[in-house]
């Protein structure tokens, strides 16, 4: 090898070494700014353990679209090994084996299976995201979200009682940034609105996210959506999912849940023209 090869990866390999570092310091300093992401579970599919009821209809739909996925493709593997061990070209044939042009049990047999697989797979998701989009309108507690950027108003109405609007700024940290009180075992019905751009609202312990987008009209079924919460008490990252500008990454809030005479107690003393 000449020297100027040498000479060349030597500075090709100097100036790896800085490009490697400074991209392990950015992943590094991602996940510790990451200190909203919930604990996953592999018995959950890797998804956080929810908080909703209809948290459970997506937990059921992720974990049977895995159980489909995997045996599918274990049945896959299992035809390609068949395949490979026991339709090898033999050394002592050098005939090619019989030749077809068609086979019509086979080919009917692999159109059949995947359209059964499509349908079922159809039916479980309509089923399930009528389900999750299903608003009754009688939910003692609605709260009218506003989204803008770079931060949330929450307009809380708990059985015609408004409190007074919850609004942020672009933090760093969910747990600085405007918080939703809820009560536990309680319907909660969300009217998601904004004036500027596409946003989108998001709960990783709901399981569910929807986006915030400007223009539609008040009347309109797609700004809402509604909860049941479980009697899980705690507080809950949450954040915008669509980006949406400079300060996306800051747009933070937390969804506190709380006991209900805890929740009466909060309304009572945050309630619009209440003395403070």
Same mark, same amino acid.
């Given at each position: 090898m000449s020297p100027t090869r040498?000479?060349?990866? %030597?500075?090709?390999?100097? %100036?790896? @070494?800085?490009?490697a570092a400074a991209l392990a310091l950015l992943l590094a300093t991602a996940t510790a700014c990451? =200190? +909203? @992401?919930?604990?996953?579970d592999w018995s959950r599919g890797l998804l956080p353990e929810h908080v909703t009821e209809q948290g459970g209809v997506v937990q059921n739909l992720w974990?049977?679209?895995?159980?489909?996925?995997?045996?599918?493709?274990a049945v896959v593997i299992v035809l390609i090994l068949w395949a490979s061990i026991f339709h090898r070209k033999r050394r002592a044939k050098a005939d090619l084996p019989p030749q077809v042009r068609y086979n019509l049990p086979i080919e009917i047999l692999y159109t059949v299976i995947p359209l059964v697989m499509v349908s079922v797979f159809f039916f479980f998701t309509a089923r399930d995201s009528e389900t999750l989009t299903k608003v009754s309108g009688d939910a003692p507690v609605k709260v009218k979200v506003e989204a803008y950027q770079w931060s949330w108003r929450f307009t809380t109405t708990y059985n015609g009682k408004t409190? /007074? *609007? @919850?609004?942020?700024?672009? @933090?760093? +940290?969910y747990r600085e940034g405007p918080q939703l009180v809820l009560p536990v075992n309680t319907k909660v019905e969300f009217d998601l609105s904004t004036d500027d751009v596409i946003h989108s609202f998001w709960v990783p312990d709901f399981l569910f996210k929807r986006d915030v987008?400007?223009?539609? *009209? /008040? +009347? =309109? *079924?797609?700004?809402?959506?509604?909860i049941t919460t479980l009697g899980k008490t705690g507080v809950f990252a949450g954040r915008c999912a669509e980006l949406c500008g400079v300060d996306h990454s800051r747009m933070l809030f937390s969804v506190k849940l709380v006991p209900q005479d805890e929740f009466d107690q909060y309304i009572?003393?945050?309630?619009?023209?209440s003395a403070q």
């Open positions: 040498r000479t060349t990866r %030597r500075s090709l390999a100097r %100036r790896r @070494v800085p490009g990451a =200190n +909203d @992401v919930p604990e996953a974990n049977g679209a895995w159980i489909a996925a995997l045996a599918t493709g409190i /007074e *609007p @919850v609004a942020g700024m672009p @933090v760093s +940290d987008i400007p223009g539609i *009209p /008040e +009347d =309109n *079924p797609g700004r809402k959506f509604e009572a003393t945050h309630q619009a023209g």
